[in-house]
């Protein structure tokens, strides 16, 4: 059995995959912001997405949202985040 590989395929389904790969820290950022718990907002609006992949949840508290302190989030923002990303890039590695 004979596996020929050419360097231009190749090429093409990593520069398919880079694209792929970079909505994921935007998707991310959403969707730790979603997790983010809700009182007066403050929380939600205080988190910024710091190019080209930092989430920066720069509010005295969020390290207490973070490890469940609310009932909103009893996992935190940060684990699930991870999770999803994990799923993102899965999706994208298996799509390709």
Do not use: C, H
């Given at each position: 059995?004979?596996i020929i590989v050419?360097?231009?395929?190749?090429?093409?389904k990593?520069a398919?995959?880079?694209?792929r790969l970079?909505?994921?820290?935007?998707?991310s950022?959403?969707?730790?912001?979603?997790?983010?718990?809700?009182?007066?907002g403050?929380?939600?609006?205080?988190?910024k997405?710091?190019?080209?992949?930092?989430?920066?949840?720069?509010y005295?508290?969020?390290?207490?949202l973070?490890?469940g302190?609310?009932?909103?989030?009893?996992?935190?923002m940060s684990?699930p985040?991870?999770?999803?990303?994990?799923?993102?890039?899965k999706k994208?590695?298996?799509?390709?």
């Amino acid at each position: 059995m004979r596996i020929i590989v050419k360097k231009q395929d190749v090429e093409r389904k990593l520069a398919r995959i880079n694209r792929r790969l970079k909505t994921v820290p935007r998707k991310s950022y959403e969707f730790f912001k979603d997790k983010t718990p809700i009182d007066s907002g403050n929380a939600k609006k205080s988190t910024k997405l710091i190019k080209p992949a930092t989430i920066n949840a720069n509010y005295p508290y969020a390290d207490r949202l973070d490890n469940g302190w609310s009932r909103q989030a009893p996992f935190g923002m940060s684990l699930p985040t991870m999770l999803y990303i994990k799923s993102l890039v899965k999706k994208v590695m298996l799509r390709s």
